[in-house]
């Protein structure tokens, strides 16, 4: 959902007033001011789902990060559940990207959207808790190696769904995920 400057305006101003006015309904003013103001509008679609026509695409990056953030919650989620002879495996298998796995973010210099994006998702939709108040800028590029991972995900979740027993990921299978953070000219 996009707004033209006039309707920037307007919302901008009649959320004031309805913040001015502590009214208290459904409605958070100030998110309502902050998504239209960065040209977030399908946050708001998010938020108040019902309030708008649906507009049918969500945007590119969203997807992308909505991708992201569910495949480090079930690398988070596995690692885990690994016991402390696991955890030794998958840092030998996959060494430095195995011995925490913990969502790194992304890097606010040059993929700024994407962290932005990241941020509205979890602190002001709700969704992906287990990331609140850890959206952080990981000070280094990050999405080439997110778009080698996932594939790799999603092959190995596909597969296990098809079996039936998708219950998180093994010492191997997260190794193969992680592994593919390193470029492979670097591997």
Request: proline share 4%; net charge negative.
């Amino acid at each position: 959902m996009e707004f033209t400057n006039e309707q920037k305006l307007i919302i901008t101003l009649l959320t004031d007033i309805h913040a001015k006015l502590e009214i208290e309904d459904s409605l958070d003013p100030m998110l309502v001011q902050r998504m239209v103001s960065e040209g977030q509008g399908w946050a708001l679609e998010w938020k108040y789902p019902g309030m708008f026509e649906e507009s049918g695409e969500t945007p590119t990056a969203v997807v992308f990060v909505c991708e992201v953030l569910e495949m480090w919650s079930v690398l988070e989620g596995s690692f885990e559940a690994l016991d402390d002879n696991q955890r030794q495996a998958l840092s030998e298998a996959a060494g430095v990207f195995g011995r925490n796995v913990r969502f790194p973010g992304f890097d606010g210099n040059n993929e700024g959207e994407y962290l932005s994006i990241a941020h509205i998702l979890v602190e002001d939709l709700e969704r992906w808790s287990e990331f609140q108040g850890r959206i952080d800028n990981a000070h280094m590029p990050t999405i080439d190696g997110y778009e080698r991972m996932l594939p790799v995900f999603d092959a190995i979740r596909d597969r296990k769904l098809d079996d039936g027993n998708f219950n998180g990921l093994d010492v191997e299978e997260l190794a193969q995920i992680l592994n593919e953070r390193t470029h492979p000219e670097n591997r």
